[in-house]
Protein backbone atom coordinates (compact mmCIF):
# COMPACT_ATOMS: atom_id res chain seq x y z
CA UNK A 1 0.00 0.00 0.00
CA UNK A 2 1.45 3.48 -1.56
CA UNK A 3 1.62 5.67 1.69
CA UNK A 4 -0.21 9.28 1.43
CA UNK A 5 2.05 12.15 -0.50
CA UNK A 6 2.73 14.99 2.47
CA UNK A 7 0.24 17.68 2.28
CA UNK A 8 1.62 20.80 1.46
CA UNK A 9 0.71 23.81 3.89
CA UNK A 10 -0.62 27.21 1.72
CA UNK A 11 -0.63 29.36 4.44
CA UNK A 12 2.86 28.43 6.07
CA UNK A 13 5.24 31.88 4.91
CA UNK A 14 8.40 31.60 3.50
CA UNK A 15 11.57 32.53 5.66
CA UNK A 16 12.34 35.55 3.47
CA UNK A 17 8.52 36.70 4.36
CA UNK A 18 9.41 36.67 8.31
CA UNK A 19 13.07 38.20 8.01
CA UNK A 20 11.24 40.97 6.08
CA UNK A 21 8.58 41.42 8.52
CA UNK A 22 11.42 41.64 11.44
CA UNK A 23 13.56 43.73 9.65
CA UNK A 24 10.79 46.16 9.65
CA UNK A 25 9.77 46.38 12.99
CA UNK A 26 13.05 46.63 14.02
CA UNK A 27 13.18 49.73 11.43
CA UNK A 28 10.62 51.64 12.96
CA UNK A 29 11.88 52.75 16.63
CA UNK A 30 15.57 54.46 15.23
CA UNK A 31 13.05 56.07 11.89
CA UNK A 32 10.71 57.88 14.60
CA UNK A 33 13.64 58.94 16.92
CA UNK A 34 15.32 59.94 14.08
CA UNK A 35 12.12 62.20 13.26
CA UNK A 36 11.71 63.17 16.64
CA UNK A 37 15.44 64.06 17.16
CA UNK A 38 14.99 66.62 14.10
CA UNK A 39 11.91 67.98 15.21
CA UNK A 40 13.57 68.48 19.06
CA UNK A 41 16.43 70.47 17.22
CA UNK A 42 14.00 73.02 15.85
CA UNK A 43 11.49 73.21 18.61
CA UNK A 44 12.85 72.01 21.50
CA UNK A 45 10.39 73.61 24.13
CA UNK A 46 7.95 71.00 23.15
CA UNK A 47 9.96 68.12 22.04
CA UNK A 48 12.32 67.90 24.45
CA UNK A 49 10.77 65.84 27.54
CA UNK A 50 9.28 63.70 24.33
CA UNK A 51 12.25 63.15 23.38
CA UNK A 52 14.20 62.27 27.15
CA UNK A 53 11.51 59.42 27.33
CA UNK A 54 11.11 58.02 23.50
CA UNK A 55 11.56 54.50 24.64
CA UNK A 56 9.21 54.73 27.53
CA UNK A 57 6.22 56.62 25.12
CA UNK A 58 7.27 53.67 22.22
CA UNK A 59 7.32 51.04 24.57
CA UNK A 60 3.36 52.51 25.28
CA UNK A 61 2.50 53.25 21.76
CA UNK A 62 3.44 49.49 21.38
CA UNK A 63 1.57 47.89 23.72
CA UNK A 64 -1.62 49.87 22.73
CA UNK A 65 -1.38 49.27 18.80
CA UNK A 66 -0.18 45.95 19.20
CA UNK A 67 -2.30 45.22 22.16
CA UNK A 68 -5.11 45.62 19.56
CA UNK A 69 -3.93 43.90 16.17
CA UNK A 70 -3.32 40.86 18.72
CA UNK A 71 -6.69 40.65 19.79
CA UNK A 72 -8.88 42.01 16.52
CA UNK A 73 -6.53 40.43 13.82
CA UNK A 74 -4.35 37.88 15.99
CA UNK A 75 -0.83 39.67 14.66
CA UNK A 76 0.80 42.16 15.42
CA UNK A 77 0.81 45.76 13.35
CA UNK A 78 3.66 44.75 10.83
CA UNK A 79 2.79 41.05 10.72
CA UNK A 80 -0.73 42.34 9.49
CA UNK A 81 1.12 44.83 7.20
CA UNK A 82 2.38 41.56 5.12
CA UNK A 83 -0.79 39.80 5.84
CA UNK A 84 0.64 37.37 8.35
CA UNK A 85 -1.63 36.19 11.42
CA UNK A 86 -0.45 34.51 14.48
CA UNK A 87 -2.30 31.12 15.17
CA UNK A 88 -1.65 28.51 17.62
CA UNK A 89 0.37 24.73 16.80
CA UNK A 90 -1.63 21.82 16.41
CA UNK A 91 -1.02 18.35 16.37
CA UNK A 92 -3.50 17.75 13.65
CA UNK A 93 -3.50 18.12 10.33
CA UNK A 94 -4.88 21.17 9.58
CA UNK A 95 -4.24 21.55 5.79
CA UNK A 96 -6.57 18.47 5.20
CA UNK A 97 -8.83 19.79 7.96
CA UNK A 98 -9.19 23.92 6.96
CA UNK A 99 -10.28 22.67 3.24
CA UNK A 100 -13.94 21.00 5.22
CA UNK A 101 -14.35 23.07 8.15
CA UNK A 102 -12.59 26.27 7.85
CA UNK A 103 -14.57 28.10 9.84
CA UNK A 104 -14.00 25.62 13.58
CA UNK A 105 -10.44 25.27 12.11
CA UNK A 106 -9.83 29.58 12.51
CA UNK A 107 -11.82 29.84 15.79
CA UNK A 108 -9.80 26.41 17.17
CA UNK A 109 -6.33 27.96 16.23
CA UNK A 110 -7.26 31.80 17.17
CA UNK A 111 -5.22 33.19 20.01
CA UNK A 112 -6.16 33.07 23.46
CA UNK A 113 -5.99 35.70 26.28
CA UNK A 114 -2.32 33.90 27.52
CA UNK A 115 -1.21 34.15 24.08
CA UNK A 116 -1.71 37.36 23.64
CA UNK A 117 0.18 38.56 26.72
CA UNK A 118 3.13 36.61 25.59
CA UNK A 119 3.28 37.87 22.46
CA UNK A 120 3.16 41.47 23.93
CA UNK A 121 6.00 40.10 26.24
CA UNK A 122 7.88 39.34 23.01
CA UNK A 123 7.39 42.86 20.90
CA UNK A 124 7.40 45.12 23.93
CA UNK A 125 9.05 44.42 26.80
CA UNK A 126 12.12 42.33 25.33
CA UNK A 127 13.12 45.06 22.65
CA UNK A 128 12.42 47.86 25.30
CA UNK A 129 15.30 45.79 27.25
CA UNK A 130 17.36 45.54 24.51
CA UNK A 131 17.26 48.77 23.41
CA UNK A 132 18.25 49.72 27.26
CA UNK A 133 20.77 47.12 27.47
CA UNK A 134 22.34 47.96 24.55
CA UNK A 135 22.79 51.62 25.04
CA UNK A 136 24.18 50.91 28.83
CA UNK A 137 27.03 48.83 26.44
CA UNK A 138 27.82 51.97 24.12
CA UNK A 139 28.34 54.00 27.10
CA UNK A 140 30.43 51.53 29.06
CA UNK A 141 32.59 51.12 25.72
CA UNK A 142 32.73 54.39 24.98
CA UNK A 143 34.21 55.11 28.15
CA UNK A 144 36.84 52.44 28.03
CA UNK A 145 37.28 53.85 24.89
CA UNK A 146 38.12 57.38 25.81
CA UNK A 147 39.48 56.70 29.23
CA UNK A 148 41.78 53.86 28.05
CA UNK A 149 44.10 51.42 30.40
CA UNK A 150 42.82 54.05 33.71
CA UNK A 151 38.82 52.42 32.63
CA UNK A 152 38.60 49.90 35.85
CA UNK A 153 36.23 48.27 37.37
CA UNK A 154 36.63 48.69 41.25
CA UNK A 155 34.97 46.33 43.42
CA UNK A 156 31.72 47.03 45.58
CA UNK A 157 32.77 48.64 48.84
CA UNK A 158 31.39 47.10 52.19
CA UNK A 159 29.58 50.57 53.15
CA UNK A 160 27.83 50.66 49.33
CA UNK A 161 24.45 51.88 49.74
CA UNK A 162 21.61 50.07 47.63
CA UNK A 163 21.68 51.98 45.04
CA UNK A 164 25.48 51.65 44.43
CA UNK A 165 24.73 48.10 44.37
CA UNK A 166 22.31 48.01 41.78
CA UNK A 167 24.35 50.09 39.70
CA UNK A 168 27.23 48.32 40.35
CA UNK A 169 25.46 44.73 39.69
CA UNK A 170 24.05 46.60 36.50
CA UNK A 171 27.66 47.27 35.56
CA UNK A 172 28.18 44.18 35.61
CA UNK A 173 25.77 42.40 33.81
CA UNK A 174 26.01 44.89 30.95
CA UNK A 175 30.19 44.55 30.47
CA UNK A 176 30.24 40.58 31.41
CA UNK A 177 26.54 38.76 30.95
CA UNK A 178 25.26 40.74 28.33
CA UNK A 179 27.29 40.46 25.49
CA UNK A 180 27.98 36.66 25.51
CA UNK A 181 23.56 36.39 26.21
CA UNK A 182 22.87 38.31 22.80
CA UNK A 183 24.90 36.49 21.06
CA UNK A 184 24.14 33.52 22.31
CA UNK A 185 19.87 34.82 21.78
CA UNK A 186 21.10 35.43 18.22
CA UNK A 187 22.39 31.84 17.00
CA UNK A 188 19.54 30.42 18.59
CA UNK A 189 17.75 32.33 16.44
CA UNK A 190 19.74 31.86 13.27
CA UNK A 191 19.34 27.89 14.36
CA UNK A 192 15.57 28.33 14.41
CA UNK A 193 15.69 29.96 11.09
CA UNK A 194 17.44 26.81 9.37
CA UNK A 195 15.11 24.58 11.34
CA UNK A 196 12.40 26.55 9.79
CA UNK A 197 13.50 26.26 6.39
CA UNK A 198 14.04 22.86 5.98
CA UNK A 199 10.95 22.11 7.61
CA UNK A 200 12.54 21.50 11.25
CA UNK A 201 10.05 23.01 12.91
CA UNK A 202 6.89 25.01 12.73
CA UNK A 203 7.70 28.29 13.93
CA UNK A 204 10.90 30.65 12.92
CA UNK A 205 11.27 31.90 16.77
CA UNK A 206 12.52 30.07 19.40
CA UNK A 207 10.27 32.43 21.78
CA UNK A 208 7.66 31.74 19.46
CA UNK A 209 8.31 27.94 19.37
CA UNK A 210 8.44 28.27 23.44
CA UNK A 211 5.16 29.60 23.89
CA UNK A 212 3.59 27.52 21.00
CA UNK A 213 2.49 29.73 18.37
CA UNK A 214 3.22 29.91 14.69
CA UNK A 215 3.01 32.51 12.09
CA UNK A 216 0.77 32.10 8.50
CA UNK A 217 -0.57 33.53 5.76
CA UNK A 218 -4.29 35.12 6.26
CA UNK A 219 -6.45 32.64 4.23
CA UNK A 220 -9.91 34.00 2.69
CA UNK A 221 -12.10 33.23 6.08
CA UNK A 222 -9.58 35.73 8.09
CA UNK A 223 -10.40 38.63 5.18
CA UNK A 224 -14.07 37.84 5.11
CA UNK A 225 -14.29 37.95 8.85
CA UNK A 226 -12.11 41.30 8.95
CA UNK A 227 -14.28 42.97 6.66
CA UNK A 228 -17.11 42.24 9.07
CA UNK A 229 -16.08 43.18 11.73
CA UNK A 230 -14.29 46.39 10.17
CA UNK A 231 -18.25 47.05 8.07
CA UNK A 232 -19.92 47.21 11.64
CA UNK A 233 -21.56 44.26 11.65
CA UNK A 234 -21.79 42.09 15.01
CA UNK A 235 -18.67 40.59 16.16
CA UNK A 236 -17.19 39.63 19.45
CA UNK A 237 -15.21 42.69 19.47
CA UNK A 238 -18.01 45.02 18.43
CA UNK A 239 -20.84 43.23 19.80
CA UNK A 240 -21.17 44.92 23.57
CA UNK A 241 -20.82 49.02 21.33
CA UNK A 242 -24.87 49.09 20.86
CA UNK A 243 -26.72 52.10 21.20
CA UNK A 244 -29.83 52.34 23.91
CA UNK A 245 -32.34 53.83 23.28
CA UNK A 246 -32.78 57.47 23.54
CA UNK A 247 -28.89 57.77 23.58
CA UNK A 248 -27.83 60.72 21.09
CA UNK A 249 -26.21 59.42 18.23
CA UNK A 250 -24.28 62.26 16.56
CA UNK A 251 -20.58 62.91 16.12
CA UNK A 252 -19.80 63.58 20.11
CA UNK A 253 -21.77 60.68 21.34
CA UNK A 254 -20.30 57.65 23.66
CA UNK A 255 -20.55 55.13 20.87
CA UNK A 256 -19.05 57.57 18.65
CA UNK A 257 -15.97 58.34 20.54
CA UNK A 258 -15.84 54.26 21.42
CA UNK A 259 -15.17 53.78 17.95
CA UNK A 260 -12.88 56.50 16.92
CA UNK A 261 -10.25 55.07 18.32
CA UNK A 262 -10.25 51.51 16.61
CA UNK A 263 -10.78 53.80 13.50
CA UNK A 264 -7.66 55.45 13.92
CA UNK A 265 -5.54 52.26 15.09
CA UNK A 266 -7.19 51.05 11.78
CA UNK A 267 -5.79 53.53 9.51
CA UNK A 268 -2.23 52.93 10.55
CA UNK A 269 -2.70 50.35 8.16
CA UNK A 270 -2.56 52.54 5.20
CA UNK A 271 -0.01 55.33 6.81
CA UNK A 272 2.35 52.98 7.39
CA UNK A 273 3.10 52.10 3.48
CA UNK A 274 2.75 55.90 2.66
CA UNK A 275 5.38 56.71 5.09
CA UNK A 276 7.39 53.73 3.44
CA UNK A 277 7.15 55.12 0.12
CA UNK A 278 7.41 58.83 1.39
CA UNK A 279 11.30 57.81 2.74
CA UNK A 280 11.96 55.68 -0.47
CA UNK A 281 11.35 58.69 -2.46
CA UNK A 282 13.08 61.08 -0.21
CA UNK A 283 16.11 58.28 -0.21
CA UNK A 284 16.38 58.33 -3.90
CA UNK A 285 15.81 62.05 -4.08
CA UNK A 286 18.78 62.91 -2.27
CA UNK A 287 20.60 59.98 -3.65
CA UNK A 288 20.84 60.98 -7.25
CA UNK A 289 21.45 64.53 -9.27
CA UNK A 290 17.91 64.89 -10.60
CA UNK A 291 17.30 67.62 -8.14
CA UNK A 292 20.38 69.04 -9.05
CA UNK A 293 20.08 68.32 -12.87
CA UNK A 294 16.33 70.57 -12.33
CA UNK A 295 17.82 73.31 -10.21
CA UNK A 296 20.59 73.71 -13.20
CA UNK A 297 18.03 73.51 -16.40
CA UNK A 298 15.61 76.04 -14.30
CA UNK A 299 18.14 78.40 -13.92
CA UNK A 300 19.87 78.36 -17.31
CA UNK A 301 16.85 80.75 -18.60
CA UNK A 302 17.84 83.11 -16.24
CA UNK A 303 19.11 86.58 -17.38
CA UNK A 304 20.03 87.96 -13.91
CA UNK A 305 21.86 91.51 -13.63
CA UNK A 306 24.77 92.46 -11.80
CA UNK A 307 23.05 93.67 -7.99
CA UNK A 308 23.12 96.84 -7.31
CA UNK A 309 23.38 98.54 -3.69
CA UNK A 310 21.19 101.57 -2.98
CA UNK A 311 23.10 104.00 -0.86
CA UNK A 312 26.60 102.86 -1.54
CA UNK A 313 29.18 105.47 -1.85
CA UNK A 314 31.60 104.97 -5.02
CA UNK A 315 34.97 106.90 -5.57
CA UNK A 316 37.26 106.90 -8.52
CA UNK A 317 40.69 106.25 -7.22
CA UNK A 318 43.65 108.40 -8.01
CA UNK A 319 45.51 107.73 -11.27
CA UNK A 320 42.98 107.23 -13.27
CA UNK A 321 40.83 110.08 -15.57
CA UNK A 322 37.25 109.49 -17.15
CA UNK A 323 36.88 111.68 -20.23
CA UNK A 324 33.49 111.74 -22.73
CA UNK A 325 33.01 112.22 -26.04
CA UNK A 326 30.13 112.06 -28.62
CA UNK A 327 29.91 108.74 -28.37
CA UNK A 328 29.23 108.29 -24.80
CA UNK A 329 31.63 107.61 -21.65
CA UNK A 330 34.86 106.07 -22.24
CA UNK A 331 38.27 105.58 -20.26
CA UNK A 332 41.41 107.86 -21.17
CA UNK A 333 42.85 105.60 -19.13
CA UNK A 334 42.44 102.50 -16.29
CA UNK A 335 39.33 103.53 -14.64
CA UNK A 336 38.63 101.23 -11.16
CA UNK A 337 35.53 102.82 -9.04
CA UNK A 338 35.39 100.85 -5.40
CA UNK A 339 31.63 101.02 -3.91
CA UNK A 340 31.69 101.05 -0.04
CA UNK A 341 30.18 97.87 1.32
CA UNK A 342 27.25 98.58 3.55
CA UNK A 343 26.28 97.14 6.33
CA UNK A 344 23.11 95.02 6.84
CA UNK A 345 22.16 96.28 10.17
CA UNK A 346 22.82 99.69 10.39
CA UNK A 347 22.72 100.70 6.12
CA UNK A 348 25.36 102.56 6.55
CA UNK A 349 28.76 102.66 4.80
CA UNK A 350 31.60 100.49 5.94
CA UNK A 351 35.13 101.90 6.15
CA UNK A 352 37.34 100.03 3.63
CA UNK A 353 40.48 100.08 2.92
CA UNK A 354 42.05 99.30 -1.26
CA UNK A 355 44.08 96.45 -1.97
CA UNK A 356 48.13 97.56 -2.65
CA UNK A 357 48.88 97.65 -6.47
CA UNK A 358 50.82 94.03 -7.22
CA UNK A 359 53.63 95.77 -8.37
CA UNK A 360 54.68 97.17 -4.41
CA UNK A 361 55.37 93.80 -3.45
CA UNK A 362 53.62 92.17 -0.50
CA UNK A 363 52.55 95.55 1.35
CA UNK A 364 49.86 95.48 4.41
CA UNK A 365 46.60 96.83 3.30
CA UNK A 366 45.95 98.99 6.48
CA UNK A 367 49.54 101.07 6.61
CA UNK A 368 51.01 100.10 3.33
CA UNK A 369 54.23 98.93 4.62
CA UNK A 370 56.01 95.76 4.24
CA UNK A 371 54.10 92.60 6.27
CA UNK A 372 55.32 92.59 9.88
CA UNK A 373 54.58 89.19 11.43
CA UNK A 374 52.02 88.26 8.82
CA UNK A 375 48.27 87.60 9.69
CA UNK A 376 45.31 86.00 7.81
CA UNK A 377 42.17 86.94 8.12
CA UNK A 378 39.26 84.87 7.64
CA UNK A 379 38.22 86.45 4.27
CA UNK A 380 41.89 85.28 2.84
CA UNK A 381 43.81 89.07 2.83
CA UNK A 382 47.10 89.41 5.00
CA UNK A 383 47.89 91.84 7.11
CA UNK A 384 50.16 93.16 9.91
CA UNK A 385 49.38 91.32 12.79
CA UNK A 386 49.34 94.45 15.26
CA UNK A 387 47.10 96.69 12.11
CA UNK A 388 44.53 93.82 11.49
CA UNK A 389 44.16 93.53 15.50
CA UNK A 390 43.74 96.98 16.33
CA UNK A 391 41.25 97.30 13.13
CA UNK A 392 39.24 94.63 14.50
CA UNK A 393 39.43 96.18 17.73
CA UNK A 394 38.11 99.56 16.56
CA UNK A 395 41.46 101.14 18.08
CA UNK A 396 43.53 101.92 14.56
CA UNK A 397 44.70 105.20 14.06
CA UNK A 398 43.42 105.44 10.37
CA UNK A 399 40.24 104.62 11.94
CA UNK A 400 39.74 107.17 14.40
CA UNK A 401 41.35 110.05 12.43
CA UNK A 402 38.71 109.08 9.92
CA UNK A 403 35.57 108.93 12.46
CA UNK A 404 36.62 112.07 13.93
CA UNK A 405 36.44 113.77 10.84
CA UNK A 406 40.15 113.45 8.94
CA UNK A 407 40.32 112.60 5.18
CA UNK A 408 41.06 109.20 4.42
CA UNK A 409 44.43 107.87 2.17
CA UNK A 410 41.78 106.10 0.64
CA UNK A 411 39.35 108.89 -0.64
CA UNK A 412 36.15 107.80 1.87
CA UNK A 413 34.26 110.84 3.25
CA UNK A 414 34.04 114.01 1.82
CA UNK A 415 31.50 115.80 5.04
CA UNK A 416 33.34 117.42 7.70
CA UNK A 417 32.76 116.93 11.50
CA UNK A 418 32.06 113.65 13.08
CA UNK A 419 31.35 110.17 10.73
CA UNK A 420 29.99 108.22 13.56
CA UNK A 421 25.76 108.64 12.35
CA UNK A 422 26.96 107.98 8.64
CA UNK A 423 29.73 105.85 8.40
CA UNK A 424 30.50 102.43 10.18
CA UNK A 425 34.48 102.46 11.54
CA UNK A 426 35.04 98.63 10.35
CA UNK A 427 35.09 97.38 14.05
CA UNK A 428 34.75 93.35 14.09
CA UNK A 429 35.39 93.31 10.29
CA UNK A 430 37.73 92.58 7.33
CA UNK A 431 39.96 96.07 6.64
CA UNK A 432 39.25 95.18 2.88
CA UNK A 433 36.36 93.50 2.51
CA UNK A 434 34.23 94.41 5.64
CA UNK A 435 32.94 91.50 6.36
CA UNK A 436 32.32 89.93 9.94
CA UNK A 437 35.40 88.33 11.42
CA UNK A 438 34.06 85.66 13.15
CA UNK A 439 35.40 85.49 16.82
CA UNK A 440 36.81 88.61 16.72
CA UNK A 441 40.50 89.17 16.87
CA UNK A 442 40.80 85.45 18.00
CA UNK A 443 39.60 84.59 14.42
CA UNK A 444 43.21 85.65 12.91
CA UNK A 445 45.91 83.36 12.17
CA UNK A 446 49.47 83.96 12.16
CA UNK A 447 51.57 82.80 8.79
CA UNK A 448 54.61 81.07 10.14
CA UNK A 449 57.49 80.41 7.80
Not at 53 to 78: C, H, K, N, P, Q
Amino acid sequence: MASPEPVFDVYRPSLFELIATSQLQSLIPPSLHYLLRSATQRYPRYFLRIFNRFDEIYALLSLLVDGYYLRTYSSSFVEHFYSLKLSRVSRFAIPLAAKSTPDIVRETLRLRRRDVHLRLLALVLLPYLKRKLDSALDIQNARSLVQGNTFQRNDLPSDASFTDKIAYWHNRFVTHVYPPLHVAVGATTLLWNLLYLFDGTSSHSPLLWLAGLRIQRLSQEDWTAFTAAEAGQPSNSTAGIQSRPGEPTGLFSRNSLRRLGPASLRSLKLALPAAVFALKFLEWWHASNFASQLSRKRNEDLDLSPPQVSGAVTRVESGSRVSKDAGGEKAGSISSVRASPISASTSLPILTVPLPEAEQGALCPICSSQLVTPTACQTGYVFCYVCIFKWIEGEHERQIAFMQGGKDEAGWGDEEGDRSRTWESGKGRCAVTGRKVLGGSGGLRRIMG
